[in-house]
């Protein structure tokens, strides 16, 4: 497994969560890395992505405001952090990894990430 997502959970409306996603992947630092969800009957969806400086983050605007992408290159970690969270966010998230060759590239089209998580759970209740 290249991509292992964890931090999903049960949490009430309003609330917090915090998801990891750790990458063997080589030459981490030149992968985008993006989180994408799937909600229950519907597609498939990009949430937010990073490039692999950091410097540049992008995020759908059902999430901007309330969720952070960051990562953490000396331990080829991902995270996501989502704060306010509605039940609309319910849904199974994956970590996803695009090899771009540069640090600098934030955002990649979804057949670029090539390299998938299993995915982790995350519920919200009302």
């Known amino acids: 497994v290249q991509l292992q997502a964890s931090g999903g959970g049960l949490v009430q409306a309003g609330g917090s969560l915090r998801l990891s996603c750790a990458a063997s992947?080589?030459?981490?630092?030149?992968?985008?890395m993006a989180w994408f969800r799937r909600a229950p009957g519907k597609e498939r969806e990009f949430v937010a992505s990073?490039?692999?400086?950091?410097?540049?983050?992008y995020y759908a605007d059902s999430v901007k405001g309330r969720f952070t992408i960051s990562r953490d290159n000396a331990r080829n970690l991902v995270y996501l952090q989502m704060g306010s969270l509605k039940p609309d966010d319910t849904a199974v998230y994956f970590c996803a990894a695009a090899f771009v060759g540069s640090y600098r590239v934030g955002y990649a089209s979804e057949y670029q990430f090539t390299k998938w998580g299993q995915g982790t759970q995350v519920t919200v209740s009302s």
């Open positions: 992947v080589q030459s981490f630092s030149k992968h985008t």
């Open positions: 990073i490039s692999g400086n950091g410097e540049s983050t």
